[in-house]
């Protein structure tokens, strides 16, 4: 017990928990089973499964709606640098020489 690091929450990664809940949803592999077999708390893997089967039942975006989020998201962080670099213009104008 001594050794053990108490605590400390491991992360996993997203391709991890997906195929962690494929187990369970198309393995047909009791929530219990995977959990043990994995290393985690079954009520992970069940949060697990919970979200990849609402994500399995959203419709899959066409590439054009997918290159179209990209290019909103690039905006909305362009808008955002470009009011930062605003305020910091107006700070150095208004500085004393």
Known sequence: MANQKVG?????????KIDAAKM?????????????????????????VKRYMADKSKPALSPEAVQLKAANEEIRKLKMQVEFLKKTMAYFVEQPK
Do not use: N
């Open 24 to 48: 369970v949803v198309d393995g047909g592999r009791k929530v219990a089973d995977v959990a043990k077999d994995v290393g985690v708390t079954a009520q992970s893997i069940s949060a697990w």
């Open 8 to 16: 400390r929450k491991k992360r996993h990664d997203l391709e991890f």
